[in-house]
């Protein structure tokens, strides 16, 4: 199996779901790794269909490619790199409130900008 060091979202197939063969070509992983990534992460949880079978979505896919590079690439240990996705899932939140707080600020600017006129 090649390995690779980057990927982009770009390589990812245009699909609802994958299966755990098409994830290991996408993300450069073993199927055993992935399972066990299942148990070690709870983000990571693929939908179970027909005899117990995962299938995987592109958040799926993308958050392996994250959790790969975090464990392969940086050097972090599993406990580090849940911390890591937690931290930044934490700071997703925290943009996400601060992107409706200036929503929120732009809305009010522009009532007053009306009664102004």
């Known amino acids: 199996m090649q390995v690779k ?8 197939p245009d ?3 994958f299966t755990i063969g098409e994830v ?3 993300c450069s992983v ?14 990571l949880s693929p939908v179970r269909r027909r005899g117990n079978r995962r ?3 592109k958040k799926d896919v ?3 490619r994250r959790i790969r590079n975090l464990l392969y690439v940086q050097g972090y240990t599993l406990d580090g790199a849940r911390q890591q996705l937690e931290s930044m899932q934490k ?7 601060k992107r ?3 929503d929120c600020i732009y809305s009010d600017l522009a009532e007053i900008a009306d009664l102004l006129s």
């Not at 060091?5 to 990812?12: C, E, G, K, L, Y």
């Not at 700071?91 to 409130?97: E, F, H, L, P, Y």
């Open 15 to 17: 699909k609802i779901y």
């Open 91 to 97: 700071q997703r939140k925290v943009s996400i409130k």
């Open 5 to 12: 060091t980057t990927f982009n979202d770009a390589s990812i």
């Open 24 to 26: 290991v070509i996408l």
């Open 55 to 57: 299938y995987y979505q």
């Open 30 to 43: 073993k199927p055993h790794v992935i399972r066990h990534w299942e148990t070690e992460f709870t983000a």
């Open 62 to 64: 993308q958050l392996i």
């Open 100 to 102: 409706d707080t200036l």
